[in-house]
């Protein structure tokens, strides 16, 4: 069982330059589950060797261009035989049903063509064959957004998405082998709805993860420098911490990384 990091990147300033890739993350089990496919993340899995026709489930956990971008080619790519139904979306109420302005953020036209769509509601366990997959709350501009935490294959893998720090987020991930967190910047900068690195220590150290690999990361993480903030977010929370990278791979049961 392993997760391969599609794209690392997160941001506007990064989605328009792709200094790191958007395309999100694979978990590859019993089950293929690709998280947040955003741009390039079709591109991604050629480039890294992934075959997209065997991905078993899509999660898009809200509403935003780097998250949702290439979630409709995913799906296309799940059913690429149009005789019969195959795959699952799990996704917010924003995209699956409409939002604010009445628009979803993937069309009918790819959502039919799955064997089932289910729209996540926090806190609610959805069955995915033999996985379950935990929707958690977060704080951000999509209110229907989610984060997850996947119990597969004997593993607990969780998920923060986009989110701000709240003293309630970190009971929703205890006991993970893996948590990834989309610390987004390297400090506060008045802005809120994302994760920067002093809140995910506050979130690591109340959680404790056996290993938390940071992704989504903004232009000011990548100027200060991923691998020396993960350093300074290990040694603050004493939990072992690494910056993914594109293409990275972590073993979820040794927990060894490949970059």
Same mark, same amino acid.
């Given at each position: 069982m392993e997760i391969v990091f599609l794209?690392?990147? *997160? *941001?506007?300033?990064?989605?328009?330059?792709?200094?790191?890739?958007?395309?999100?993350?694979?978990?590859?089990g019993s089950l293929n589950i690709h998280a947040d496919p955003g741009p390039g993340a079709l591109v991604?899995?050629?480039?890294?060797?992934?075959?997209?026709?065997?991905t078993g489930a899509v999660v898009?956990?809200?509403?935003?261009?780097?998250?949702?971008?290439d979630a409709a080619l995913m799906c296309e790519a799940i059913n690429c035989f149009p005789d019969r139904k195959r795959g699952i979306l799990v996704a917010s109420k924003s995209i699956l049903a409409g939002d604010e302005y009445g628009e979803r953020g993937i069309s009918p036209y790819f959502t039919k063509k799955l064997s089932r769509t289910e729209i996540a509601r926090q806190g609610k366990p959805i069955k995915i064959g033999g996985?379950?997959?935990?929707?958690?709350?977060?704080?951000?501009?999509?209110?229907?957004?989610?984060?997850?935490?996947?119990d597969?294959?004997?593993?607990?893998?969780?998920?923060?998405?986009?989110?701000?720090?709240f003293p309630s987020l970190a009971p929703h991930f205890l006991h993970c082998d893996i948590l990834i967190a989309n610390n987004l910047k390297s400090g506060a900068d008045g802005v809120p709805g994302h994760l920067y690195s002093a809140t995910t220590v506050k979130l690591l150290t109340a959680c404790h993860p056996r290993l938390c690999v940071l992704s989504h990361?903004?232009?000011?993480?990548?100027?200060?420098?991923?691998?020396?903030?993960?350093?300074?977010i290990q040694k603050a929370s004493g939990v072992r911490t690494v910056a993914a990278t594109d293409g990275m791979r972590v073993d979820v049961r040794t927990l060894r990384v490949k970059k």
């Open positions: 794209g690392t990147g *997160g *941001g506007r300033f990064n989605l328009i330059s792709q200094i790191r890739r958007t395309g999100g993350f694979l978990i590859r991604a899995c050629h480039d890294f060797s992934i075959h997209p026709e065997k898009v956990t809200h509403n935003h261009i780097d998250h949702l971008n996985a379950t997959l935990t929707p958690t709350p977060v704080r951000h501009e999509d209110m229907t957004g989610f984060g997850f935490v996947l597969m294959d004997g593993a607990r893998i969780g998920y923060t998405s986009d989110t701000e720090y990361m903004g232009q000011s993480l990548l100027k200060s420098g991923p691998g020396k903030e993960a350093r300074k």
